[in-house]
C-alpha cells in the first residue's frame, strides 16, 4: 500500500468512494457528490492523501478547515473514506497516521471529526489513532427529514503546541 498525495486526476476515483460513503446514510450528511471545483475550495490546499494498491485508490484522507478566523488556523476537520471493496485492511489507520504526521508538519494543532454514532468503524478508528470524544450533539440536524446525532471527537498535537 502507498499512500501519496492527493492529485487533481485522482478525483474520479476519489468521488466514486465519497458516493459509497454517501450511500451508507452513516458517514455525511451531504447528500450529492459536489464537483471538483467545489469539493477542491472546501478543502485545505495541503494534507490531502490517497491510499493506492497498485493503480486502484483505495482510500483518502482530506482536512477542512474550521473557520476562516485567524485564531483557528491550526485547526482542521478530518474527512476520512475507504473504499468499500478494501474496508478492514487497515487502510483507514494509516491514511490517518499519515494526515496526523502532515498536518502536525503544517503547523495544525487540533484535529477534529463530527461522526454519527452508528458509524462504529469511524469512531473506532479515531479511538485508535489518539483521538478522544469531547461532545455529544443531539439532533444536530436533519437528514432525508430525520434528525441526526453526531459525536465530536478531537486529537491534540503533542509537537505544535507553542
Not at 458516493?19 to 458517514?27: D, E, F, K, R, V
Not at 496526523?100 to 487540533?110: L, N, P, V
Request: glycine share 8%; proline share 2%; hydrophobic share 40%.
Amino acid at each position: 500500500m502507498i499512500i501519496r498525495e492527493l492529485l487533481v486526476q485522482d478525483w474520479p476515483q476519489v468521488r466514486e468512494i465519497y458516493s459509497q460513503g454517501i450511500l451508507t446514510g452513516n458517514a455525511t450528511f451531504q447528500k450529492d457528490v459536489p464537483t471538483w471545483e467545489e469539493w477542491d475550495a472546501s478543502h485545505l490546499s495541503n494534507c490531502r492523501l490517497v491510499a493506492l494498491k497498485d493503480s486502484t485508490i483505495t482510500g483518502w484522507a482530506v482536512l477542512s478547515p474550521v473557520s476562516s478566523r485567524c485564531v483557528y488556523a491550526g485547526v482542521a476537520e478530518v474527512s476520512i473514506y475507504v473504499s468499500s471493496a478494501f474496508s478492514r485492511q487497515g487502510i483507514g489507520k494509516l491514511l490517518m497516521n499519515q494526515l496526523i504526521a502532515d498536518s502536525e508538519k503544517h503547523g495544525i494543532w487540533t484535529l477534529q471529526s463530527g461522526i454519527f454514532p452508528e458509524n462504529t468503524a469511524s469512531i473506532a478508528l479515531h479511538k485508535k489513532t489518539g483521538f478522544r470524544e469531547v461532545g455529544y450533539r443531539e439532533k444536530i440536524g436533519q437528514m432525508n427529514g430525520v434528525w441526526r446525532n453526531s459525536m465530536l471527537l478531537e486529537r491534540r498535537s503533542q509537537t505544535v503546541f507553542i
